[in-house]
């Protein structure tokens, strides 16, 4: 019987949902491997953070409340001591800044391989880890032949947990060596464009270099008004300085998994479909109908955005703007 251990993340009061898409990956794993699935909350509200954790299929929850936020050295040496202690054969985290920013760090504590930003994790007597590179063009599989392992996660790559669960909430107690601790936090400063994380928003109308001109963004933007959307976009228009780099989506953007994800003037290129293939509704507007865009599109509307958004902005009750 192997267990697995997942570590859940928080972020200035909130848990992110990767903790629970953590929980979903953790649980097939340990369904495969006959094993319980125990999970980590680290700093912050445990107690709280812990209640909402407390899914079907997880079952043992271990807090450890030492300080607020995420902190290198805490949830290093908390997570040394808990895979000692547990003995689960693999731990999952989420493939995010945090997690890969510890990860390596206890894995090397604990002396165990470490594989990160799986997309797929199957178990057949060793645990073989799916991963993409060079942008999605390329799927690669790791055999895991060890017995133990730690492994991030990508965020959107599996649904999240939700149902309620009984497991039992242990504090932990992790001796925690304040010495040891390298660094504090202290303020956050949210980078510019402002608060919006398009990684968590369900509806995204994205952008891409069709709309020709930084003059034709208001046409968008009055769009993302009219339907309540969040906007983001495809790189060159971050490249060029129209948006913010926190609204790119793609390889070297942000991954996102909206439940609605609108693709105006974008062509849907390999970098760009590695962001945002997890999409439940995908809808493309490109004039171009051979463009690889459409073959991921649910819904497609082969016309001229400059006809097209005008047209939605109306229906949606929003004035058009003179461009
Ligand atoms: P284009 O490919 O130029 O497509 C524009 C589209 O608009 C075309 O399909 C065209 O048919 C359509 N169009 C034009 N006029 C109209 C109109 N009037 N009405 C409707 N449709 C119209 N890209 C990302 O997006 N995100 C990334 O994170 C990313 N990372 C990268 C990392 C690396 C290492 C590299 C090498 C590239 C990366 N790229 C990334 C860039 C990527 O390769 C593409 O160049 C980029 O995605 C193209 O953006 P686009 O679709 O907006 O532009």
């Known amino acids: 019987m192997s ?9 200035r009061g909130d848990l992110r949902d ?14 495969d491997t006959g094993g319980e699935l125990h999970l980590a909350v680290i700093s912050g509200d445990v107690d709280a953070y812990a209640e909402q954790l407390n899914c079907e299929g997880v079952d043992a929850i271990h807090t450890v409340e030492y ?18 202690d547990v003995d689960p054969a693999y731990v999952l985290a989420p493939n995010s800044v945090n997690g890969l920013d510890y990860a390596p760090a206890v894995a090397e504590a604990v002396d165990r391989p470490l ?6 994790l199957t178990f057949d007597g060793t645990l073989e880890v799916s991963r993409e590179e ?3 063009k390329v799927g690669t599989t790791i055999e895991i032949g060890e017995e133990r392992a730690i492994v991030t996660v990508r965020p959107g790559e599996w ?61 968008i933007k009055e769009l993302v008004e009219a339907t309540d959307a969040t906007l983001s976009s495809s790189r060159p228009i971050v490249d060029n300085g129209w948006l913010p780099a926190n609204r790119q989506v793609g390889q070297s953007g942000k991954v996102v998994t909206p439940d609605v994800y609108i693709a105006i003037g974008i062509s849907g290129a390999v ?10 509704t995908i809808i493309a507007i490109n004039t171009d109908p051979n463009e690889p865009i459409y073959d991921i599109a649910d819904y497609g509307i082969e016309d001229d955005l400059f006809d097209v958004v005008p047209a939605l902005i109306e229906e949606f009750g929003g004035d058009v703007p003179d461009l």
């Open 3 to 11: 267990d697995v251990l997942a570590v859940t993340e928080h972020r």
């Open 18 to 31: 990767v903790s629970f898409e953590t929980i979903t990956a953790g649980r097939e794993v340990a369904d």
């Open 67 to 84: 300080g607020t936020e995420f902190n290198h050295d805490v949830y290093t040496q908390a997570l040394e001591q808990l895979v000692d």
């Open 115 to 120: 594989v990160t930003d799986a997309v797929d």
């Open 134 to 136: 060079y942008g999605g």
């Open 159 to 219: 649904p999240q947990a939700t149902g309620d669960g009984a497991a039992a909430v242990s504090a932990y107690d992790a001796d925690i060596d304040e010495s040891e601790i390298m660094s504090t936090v202290t303020g956050f400063e949210e980078v510019a464009g402002g608060d919006v994380d398009i990684s968590e928003a369900n509806f995204l109308i994205s952008i891409g270099r069709g709309i020709e001109e930084e003059e034709n963004l208001p046409l």
């Open 271 to 280: 970098q760009h479909v590695a962001g945002m293939k997890g999409a439940d």
